[in-house]
């Protein structure tokens, strides 16, 4: 018989022996970029007192002690069962993570499938990583009575200038600053620093200030009866002082902003913060000033942040100074000492989505956290992603409706334009048919303005000879390139490969290469021929790309400089223009055919969306929708506003094919540059899964590998694998297991999405 495990029988004796077995200080420590699980290093005595949960810490690594930095995630004294390395630094000083924001990394890194220490490095905006560790910094000056003897001074050539540098600086400079303005080494501030000359004094550095904005606060409105009953909803959560998920169902335009204020402003009134996630595209100027006319201390958090504005700003939520902090997803994280509430507006946009690792939702993030904080969520949307609508059909979240918009206004009536019969009598070849052109003269006839979508930037959207056949593709993704006009080049939309056009077929020699399909900037050339009377204005990723542009083009749009904003679908977000009366849909099939199990969800929800942003004024407001088929049950929904029928329509079919929201999926990529290679990776991965899969429900299914629709993308070959499920966690332990046994060749990359967006 085997010897019986001492460690679980013989209680009374020691496991094994140790020497010394008195009490240490232990902490456990994640290092971020290694694949391994969290280890244990003894504190030294001399650190114990600097040393905080959540701080980073300075470590010996490996056979070799190579120093890795970690965050540590856990402290204990124990009596260490073995001989552990110890801690060489504390880097932060104090911790980065309060107790529920470390445990919510945890959960993240379980449920999505990713390093614990990735989690970590993510949560932690870079420039506070940066900055918090900072000792005191030492700044430079020269003393006015020694500028004042400069004559006098005898210096070597560096030193003279180094000299003459820094008493022309108006302000102390950093020695680092100084040698850089100098163009020297620090050997030259150092002799000045010895010679006296330089007097140096060290502080801590005082982030800059921007100017507080000074708005004047607004009233609260007075709410109809749908944003009462909606609001005491969510306060009866509130006062309940539990966690609850709240799903707002409220069509464009129903007032839900109005609602999510008046529930901040009680929160805040009990001294506590709020979080409002917005898409990224929403972070306006008109998102900012309405949150800033009704709180004073309102933190804005947006990708164009610099990492020190970044690291003021998370300071000074950590220190309770914001009431309300309002930002794209990452700002799920912020690290608000006493969370009241959380508030997700737009929840269905894939943008709360991050694609790069960790990958995760926003949404689902605060759900967790929201839990761990006992604090209400609140998602919003006149779309909302099927995923939070099965929910709230469910009783699992609270579902509430506002389905008036305010002051009963009309929801604009919405027409289809079918394009099979309208080509037969178009006159010009362009993109807009008789009836929009119409209903364009019309609207700006009468003063109005007009919104066109047009959801594919470029030109064109291929390039191709009429006499072979041949499409201009991307050498590294095998994708049509796209013809941009100001360059005269054909670029690549999703690596940025960018050629020059050829006048001659590389494929036959045949002259006379054309365009094909329409992008945004030959509608904006169609729309300047046809009305030259109206100004208009494009708005995409190649015109936006400029930090602020966006805000600029939608200032000039809301002032009536411009008559016509056409875009992708960025201008179709949030936007309040009580001006416009007319929007037009170019081609609502672009997004219909894609290979993606929610291509009707999307295209629903851009029609409806794009419906949202007219008719918000007294002028009422329409809406064409050009389409070759406007009987896809997405359209037939839009048209009439139906959300319900939408839902109606769509879960059945979700249901049957075992896709979300009624089953989990996880997907799996492989990429690499061999497509060989990667294929065998890929093959063997599902091998694996399928040895693991005993431990799936009846029911789960595991697809592929299959080449992904975009088999090459930045010149790697992409396979995929799909795992579909109702238990979830079943799912993740087979994906778990398989992916910790095979381990993918060099050069080739796994992507593991646990509830994936992306499906491209
Ligand atoms: P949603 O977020 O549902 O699209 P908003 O909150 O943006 O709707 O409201 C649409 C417009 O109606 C805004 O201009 C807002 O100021 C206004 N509004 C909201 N609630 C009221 C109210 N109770 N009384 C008057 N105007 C309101
Ligand atoms: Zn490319």
Redesign the pocket.
Known sequence: MAQPQRTLFDTDEPAWEVDDATEQCVATVVIPQRPIGPLDYTVPAELVERLAVGCRVRVPLGRGNRAATGYCVALEHRTAERRLKAIDEVVDARSLFSPAILELTRWMADYYLCPWGQVLDAVVPAGVRAEAGRRLTTFLHVPEEIAARRGELKLARKQAVAFDHLAASRQPLTPVELATAADCTQAPITALRRKGLVRSETRRVALEESPAATTEIEAP????PD?RAALDHILAALNAGEHETILVH?????????VYIQAIQEVVGFGRQAIVLVPEISLTPQTERRFRSRFGKVAVLHSHLSDVERHRQWQKIAAGEVAVVVGARSAVFAPTPQLGLIVI?EEHESSFRQESAPRYHAREVARQRARREGVPLVL?S?TPSLESYARAQAQDDRLVE?PRR??DRPLPAVVTVDLRTERHDRASRGAISRPLATAMETALREGGQVILLLNRRGFSTHIQCPACGFVLECPHCEIALTFHRQHRSALCHYCDYEQPTPHRCPECDYEGIEHFGRGTQRLEAEVQARFPKYAALRMDADTMQRPGSHAAALDRFRHGEVQILLGTQMIAKGL?FPNVTLVGVINADVAMHLPDFRAAERTFQLITQVA?RTG?GEKGGRVLVQTGHPDHPALVAAVRHDYLAFAAGELPLRKKLGYPPFAHMIRLVARGPLEAVTAAFAAELVNRLKEEDGRLAAGARIVGPAPAPLAKLRGEYRFAIQLQGVEAAALREVVAGATAEVAPPDDVHLVVDVDPLDML
């Open positions: 409105l007075e709410l109809n944003q409220g069509v464009t335009g129903s007032g839900k902003t109005e507006d919003g006149a506002m305010i002051y309040d949202g918000r």
